[in-house]
């Protein structure tokens, strides 16, 4: 079956495009659409073009895979070139997601008509990319240039009726149905007439002056957080509204060859295909997931409510067990709250809103959880309590009900061991909040069922969450991770840097927060208990630092005290760095006969770094995670790793030797 084929309409060409699964721009693609455009051009019963895909979208850009071998000709920019250049008029009929190239390749076309539902974007910033097939120097002559700078350096994709969209479509189907006759009927009243000018052939629209200019860039290179490509994408549409279009061509073209070859684009590539990897386990391949509507939630602390809103915003019906009626009322009034806030941003409308608040239900009595289809767990971290729980679980729920922690740490096997049936109990590990972050840790038992396993799974896409298998092991892999960054951080206190100084190396190197800084936001004490419980079973001879816990002993906690790694004005979360802390840390570095060591960002970005990868090669190593760029996806989704930095164990394979 050919990836480009034509079929005619009276004296409508329509092009197919039909290459599963997204329709991306292969070579074949290229060539079938060159061959194409000259064919029809030459042919006298041809009197307009459709340009339209297969499946389930129109072209979703250029296929990523190439970008690692040689080009191969025809070039996808030439291609479009030559459809501008048409004699006859080509109208594009999108549908599902026009992407990058993809999208290029409709600006290329003298009409864009759309299904109601689809959406339109140039998402090669994401890629570490900007578009290179004429996306920056079409789209500001088709919408205002201050659209297409947000477009571009954004890189988020828009629908029909968003104001961003402004210019981009000549018609709208009434559906999806429609599409296709919409753009028929475009092109018969197109007939005949010769094609439009191109975009290339117009004038920008609506160019900001200098002032406008300034701000619009600086705007774009704050929010990138040391990301080049959204930079570079604003300064290519800045070219497009002020050079001469082939210039412009030329300079968008250099930019596009110079940022693929950075480790930033190759980095983001690699994050491209782990995030689409993670939910590949062997395991559970052509295994039915069991079906789950109604589900349950144990605790409605922040993790338990997080979670349960998540459910809620997915569809599914909850009930929330807490262990009196005010804190069930507390927690139900918690939930609501966090779909209110979807509904205010949009996300949720007035009827979806009324059906999930509907869809929930609290109760102090576990009978309320006998018709689950799946309970999750969120009680407080302690293994007797949530034994307990499993316990009384085992009661009430159906046997075929799943059953799911969301502990972060314990042992998930020693919690499955209080049911009967322990190959229905899982861990289902959420990031807070719960609602939002994309993460969640599945975490096999020895004992899990193949299809308990593949629900977990399942019920993380439906979320729309990225699943990562962990086996069990004290944090599995992100906590373990995050221990192993926090060790190192600790020792460098000890050895010569201060809490800012790790900080803000941190933040330099592109995470959203340092450690400290995160830390005194969370509240130390939790930490100080755990360290007090583990006291007697740590290993005397392994490096421990007592410096949060003299921080403790003097009730600096953080935020919430006031004072913790920082000092906080009064109503201010601004962290000041503190004196009393550094007399501390000098004190302590002279008890333990350390001599002070001045540490640069550099030098402590390669420490951390230096944790990160050696405890995730142990992880590997011990078969708790799968495969390397499933660390990476755990530490980029759950813990802020600059996803343009493709993970730590890709930095390590990168930059080895
Ligand atoms: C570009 O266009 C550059 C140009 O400006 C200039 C060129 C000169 N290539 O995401 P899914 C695979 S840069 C190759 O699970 P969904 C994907 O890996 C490109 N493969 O589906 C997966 O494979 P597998 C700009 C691709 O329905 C399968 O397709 N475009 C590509 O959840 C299904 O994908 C983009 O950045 C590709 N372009 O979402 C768009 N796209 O089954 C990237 C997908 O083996 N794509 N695959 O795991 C997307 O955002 C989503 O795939 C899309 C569908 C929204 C389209």
Known sequence: MAVV?????????????????VNALSQAVRAGLLSAVEELD?????????????????????????????PMEPHL????????????????????????????VALGCHYRVADPRAKVGLPEVHLGLIPGAGGTVRLPRLTPVANAVQMVSGGRPVGATEPLAQGIFDSVAQSSDELLDAALTLARQTAGKPAPAGLSGRDPIEPPDEAGWSKLIEAVRSKA????????????????????VDKAFAGERDRFVKLRATDQSKALRHVFFAERQ?????????????????????????MGAGIAACLLLAGLAVTLIERDGETVDFALKRVGGLLDASHKRGLVNDAGLAAMKDALGGSTDYAALADCDLVIEAVFEDMNIKREVFARLDQVTRPDAVLATNTS?????????????????LGLHFFSPAHVMKLVEVIATDTVSADVLATGFALAKRLRKTPVLARVCDGFIGNRILTAYRKQCDYMLEDGALPADIDSAMRQWGMPMGLFEMADMAGLDIGWAMRKRQAATRDPAERYVRIADKLCEMGRFGQKTGAGWYTYDEGSREPKPDPIVEQIIVEESRERGITREKFSAEQIQARILDAMVSEGKKILDEGIAQRASDIDMVMILGYGF????GGPMFMAERFKG
């Open 642 to 645: 600059p996803r343009w930095r």
């Open 278 to 302: 993670t939910a590949k386990v062997p395991a559970i391949d052509g295994i039915e997931p069991r079906a789950v509507n109604k589900c349950g939630v144990i605790g409605g602390g922040t």
């Open 409 to 425: 740490y314990l042992d998930v096997n020693e919690i499955a061991s209080a049911i009967a049936d322990p190959k229905r109990v």
């Open 42 to 70: 030459g042919n006298s019963e041809v009197s307009a073009v459709v340009l339209a895909c297969k499946g389930r979208t129109f072209i979703a850009g250029a296929d990523i895979r190439e970008f690692d071998k040689p």
């Open 5 to 21: 084929s034509t079929e005619m309409r009276d004296r409508v060409a329509i092009v197919w495009i039909d290459n599963p699964p």
């Open 225 to 244: 957080r040391g990301q080049l490509s959204p930079v570079e994408a604003a300064l290519a549409v800045r070219d497009a509204a002020e050079l001469p």
């Open 77 to 104: 920019p030439d291609v479009i070139a030559r459809i501008e250049a048409a004699s006859k008029p080509w109208i594009a009929a999108l549908h599902g997601t026009a992407l990058g190239g993809g999208f290029e």
